[in-house]
């Protein structure tokens, strides 16, 4: 008997360990804020192909500009495909140029004591120097080092200090301050990272944002202007912080339960991925408790599969080659009347991938926006390449993502959600809720 309730309690521990595993991810914070009015930021930037391996540094911003009851518009600007602007930092202010990041946590800046790496000591990229604000505080010296998915290694120590977004002005901001950087990506002068609440980074502008209660909603939404390309690149586009911009984009945010892949990014349960000839992808789920997820980031430029969804894919509707062996895959520029739509079903909700989003023309080549590599055990993303074409926003403190239809000049974007599914996606966000409960309440029974 003594044996049977040793073993018994030994299962349960066990049980612990994967439901404390499948539940911790989703514990995200419901405090709402006490503004009475969201602030919103709008930020204008323009994008350059990130398969560029130049990227010189973009013309000064224009000065801000009231847009309508606190929207404040900058000017644009270029950079590596990703959306970008100016923000101040320090006492006096200081101008840098940093990426919006929802595909990291760390806000760092370049430090004027950068020596380590290959993106030290540029001339033409702004650094920051403590001794210069008089408002900076050190806060950890011990060197924090930090790898992203391209490869990029950074390693800083820790400060605080004024950060300012569009006027909008974070006493207090922790921040990063890099003194090696090494990437085979060309970078500014940093980056914000925009991970989702539950992701524990003191550096974080949206913690702060919301201890200071800055804005009622909070939200982080992307547009890319895709009437405006050049070679296939977004030129313009605009971040707005705080909530959304209707302008935008037309009809209603549809909106998917976001959940935590890889313990740190924001993403979507993927159901599967339909061919042109009606066969399915399905995505290998990685443990009994979590659906398959698929990454939904602003850092990167392309969509990504793991291999066996990739080739696949690539066969029926591209047979696209990797013409310099860094993932870029390239069709003939013929076949592109033979292109048909590929259905990605998001949370049981069928969107259509059109021929149109699905490659750019650059030059003579036809480049798909999918690429791939061979890592293992690696978790779709959807990049660039698909939130270019939908509006897309971020939801903290309600921890999901809404799509839209963008609004562009030519009304070329195609609405994202077919009819018959938005029954199906609320019942899909209840079961996920009530999924969520029952692990919950079988966590606290045994543990």
């Not at 909530?243 to 935590?260: E, H, N, Q, T």
């Amino acid at each position: 008997m003594v044996m049977a309730r040793l073993l018994l309690r030994i299962a349960s521990l066990a049980i612990c360990v994967v439901l404390s595993n499948a539940f911790y991810p989703k514990d995200i914070s419901r405090l709402s804020s006490k503004s009475p009015d969201s602030f919103n930021i709008q930020v204008k930037v323009a994008t350059m192909g990130r398969m560029s391996q130049i990227v010189n540094r973009a013309p000064s911003l224009t000065g801000a500009r009231m847009v309508d009851n606190g929207i404040v518009s900058l000017g644009s600007m270029a950079a590596a495909q990703i959306l970008v602007s100016t923000i101040q930092v320090g006492t006096p202010p200081k101008d840098f140029v940093v990426h919006f990041d929802t595909g990291s946590a760390v806000f760092w800046l370049r430090s004027n004591a950068c020596v380590g790496g290959n993106n030290c000591g540029q001339p033409t990229m702004a650094t920051f120097t403590p001794s210069s604000s008089s408002s900076f505080s050190l806060v950890n010296s011990t060197y924090k080092p930090f790898t992203y998915a391209d490869g990029t290694a950074v390693t800083c120590n820790v400060g605080q200090d004024i950060l300012s977004i569009g006027g909008l002005s974070i006493p207090n901001q922790q921040l990063c301050l890099a003194n090696s950087i090494t990437s085979n990506t060309p970078l500014h002068d940093g980056i914000i990272g925009l991970a989702p609440p539950s992701v524990m980074e003191p550096t974080s502008v949206f913690s702060m944002l919301d201890t200071n209660k800055a804005f009622a909603a909070s939200q982080v939404s992307f547009w890319y202007n895709s009437s405006s390309l050049v070679d296939g690149h977004v030129q313009s586009g605009v971040v707005t912080v705080g909530g959304v911009d209707p302008s935008l984009f037309k009809g209603d945010i549809r909106w998917f339960p976001a959940m935590l892949a890889n313990g740190r990014h924001w993403s979507i349960p993927l159901t599967n991925i339909t061919l042109r000839d009606g066969s399915k992808i399905v995505p290998t789920q990685k443990d009994l408790f979590s659906p398959p997820l698929i990454i939904i980031d602003s850092g990167s430029t392309y969509n990504f599969l793991p291999r066996f969804m990739f080739d696949p894919l690539n066969a029926i509707h591209f047979q696209a080659k990797d013409i310099d062996g860094t993932g870029t895959y390239a069709f003939d520029c013929n076949a592109v009347p033979n292109l048909s739509p590929i259905i990605l079903t998001l949370a049981g909700v069928d969107i259509k991938i059109m021929p149109e989003e699905q490659y750019f023309k650059f030059r003579q080549y036809c480049i798909i926006l999918f690429t791939t590599s061979d890592r293992p055990n690696s978790t779709p993303l959807l990049g660039v390449g698909f939130m270019r074409f939908r509006y897309t926003v971020f939801d903290h403190k309600k921890f999901k993502i809404g799509f839209s239809t963008t609004q562009t000049g030519n009304d070329a974007a195609v609405a994202i959600v077919s009819p018959k599914s938005r029954n199906h996606s609320e019942r899909s966000r209840v079961y996920s809720l009530t999924v969520l409960t029952l692990l919950a309440a079988g966590y606290l029974f045994l543990c």
